[in-house]
Nanobody, 126 residues
């Protein structure tokens, strides 16, 4: 039973930082890619960053240079370090996982992922 639980969301001012965590369980991490997505009420769910089972990452252009994805397999945790936050980063952030089918760069399409957490809210005020 795959389980994903996000934490670390909150409210910050423009230019601030937050680190989101996703604790995962119930699957063999060696076979799964992980990712962070976000969604605000008026937008489609957007892939933010992904990390493959073997380690390669894929970062969306909208956050490149500001967000970093990482994971610690020893404690079953994935992170999203978010720096230089902007009001447009305001959204519900979700972590997701799927059993990898390809090698190389992990996907940022929501349709590739079939396991989701409940989300954690990030609000950036100007």
């Amino acid at each position: 039973h795959v389980q994903l639980v996000e934490s670390g969301g909150g409210s910050v001012q423009t230019g601030g930082s937050l680190r989101l965590s996703c604790t995962y369980s119930g699957f063999n991490l060696n076979n799964y890619d992980l990712a962070w997505f976000r969604q605000s009420p008026d937008k489609e769910r957007e892939g933010v960053a992904a990390i493959a089972s073997a380690g390669p990452t894929n970062i969306a252009d909208s956050v490149k240079g500001r967000f970093t994805i990482s994971k610690d397999n020893a404690i079953n945790r994935m992170y999203l370090q978010m720096n230089s936050l902007k009001p447009e980063d305001t959204a519900m952030y979700y972590c997701a996982a799927y059993r990898s089918k390809t090698w190389g760069s992990p996907p940022l399409s929501q349709y590739a992922y079939d396991n989701w957490g409940q989300g954690t809210q990030v609000t950036v005020s100007s």
